[in-house]
């Protein structure tokens, strides 16, 4: 059986408060205009719920560099807002005046007061790439409320960050798209001497293309270094003709919403510690969600994958959930044929999961599995089409 400590694991589910953390640097001469914006955004984020407070600062060293430090209940109610297209459209005022962003998330662990009141509501920061949004003030019944809500342990990490992209492709283009995707020159590995590409994986279900990316070091590095390699260049525009969302790779704005909208991002990563087994390989399953039940769904996922990782006897050597809006891909390294153990590949092993998951599920697209042979149809039906597997040489 894995041990807490031998286990690797990220997850936004483990029900802790959340800070975040937004780094930005201003056009010179932008900091009115980025004042007007941001007291907008700050009205309209006030009301997201699950949000508490959040802080506004000014570098005393650099006047273009300002930080935004927000406080959320958790990180579901977080990432229910940053990946909406209320976000994105509420951010696009920034984009005239911020020249750069970072965006960081973390869950609180411990934290230091002196009772009611004291500083915690201020500690941490807004919305991603550019949701500068937040309320200044908090009631202090959603403040104390929210204090008690701590990460129970510390996790145990891989210095690896996952991330994916998703967006569709016109019908009937899929074999040619495919062909693209499985066919270009994967760019030079090495970023700079503290990130390096990992692992990318591409799937298709349907027209849904899903790129998977495994990055040591810096993942907003790593993803500006492949959009800069004229290999990746030559690729994107190959596939433009075919996409069914219209974008413009050359103009930073068209780049920007097209990102935005098809980033996919991993809300739960759990796997073995040690080193991974020669016969491993990978595979992804598509969940489509019920409208609005998609983050319901990627935490049923996730907490039978936590489970199989500590059973001995599971195939299962590590799972990732990936999950925006009523969209849930699950990525699976796994011993054996996928269809070894359909229930526990699907992600309902036990109990009552394949009733819950029929509730989650959009039904009007693929149905619904109740009984063991439907099980086993629904998880053929769910399965991904690889289109390919890249590691670095290290990692072959």
Request: charge should be negative.
């Amino acid at each position: 059986m894995t041990t807490l400590s031998e286990r690797i694991s990220q997850s936004a589910f483990d029900g802790s408060r959340l800070r975040v953390v937004l780094l930005l640097d201003l056009y010179d001469g932008a900091q009115n205009q980025f004042l007007e914006v941001y007291e907008h955004l700050r009205e309209q984020v006030s009301s997201v719920p699950g949000h508490i407070s959040d802080e506004l600062c000014q570098s005393i060293e650099n006047p273009s560099q300002w930080l935004i430090t927000s406080e959320w209940e958790s990180a579901p109610r977080f990432l229910a807002w940053v990946n909406s297209e209320e976000h994105v459209a509420s951010v696009q005022p920034l984009h005239g005046c911020v020249r750069d962003t970072r965006s960081l998330r973390f869950s609180v662990l411990r934290e230091t007061g002196k009772g009611p009141g004291h500083g915690s509501p201020s500690l941490t920061g807004p919305p991603s790439a550019g949701s500068v949004a937040a309320s200044a003030t908090a009631s202090p019944g959603a403040a104390d409320r929210a204090r008690g809500s701590l990460q129970v342990a510390p996790r145990r990490g891989d210095g690896v960050v996952r991330h994916a992209l998703t967006f569709t492709v016109k019908p009937g283009s899929e074999p040619v798209v495919a062909e693209l995707l499985a066919g270009y020159t994967s760019p030079q590995a090495q970023v700079d001497e503290n990130t390096r590409l990992r692992r990318t994986s591409l799937f298709m279900h349907g027209n849904r293309v899903v790129r998977a990316v495994e990055v040591e070091g810096d993942l907003l590095a790593a993803l500006r270094h492949v959009a800069q390699q004229p290999e990746v260049q030559a690729l994107e525009e190959a596939i433009n003709p075919y996409l069914e969302q219209d974008r413009d790779l050359s103009d930073p704005g068209s780049a920007r919403v097209f990102f935005t909208r098809a980033a996919l991002p991993a809300v739960h990563h759990v796997a073995a510690g040690g080193r991974e087994s020669a016969d491993v390989t990978r595979h992804a399953l598509f969940y489509p969600a019920k409208d609005g039940c998609g983050m319901a769904l990627a935490r049923l996922l996730a907490g039978q994958d936590e489970a199989a990782v500590d059973d001995p006897t599971s195939p299962i050597e590590g799972s990732t959930v990936f999950q925006r809006d009523d969209i849930v891909v699950r990525l699976l390294d796994l011993r054996g044929p996928l269809d070894a153990r359909p229930a526990l590949a699907l992600g309902v092993e036990g109990g009552h999961k394949a009733a819950v998951l029929a509730r989650l599920l959009d039904s009007a697209k693929d149905g619904v599995p109740t009984t063991d042979q439907e099980i086993s149809r629904f998880l053929a039906r769910s399965e991904m089409r690889l289109i390919t597997d890249r590691r670095t040489p290290a990692q072959a």
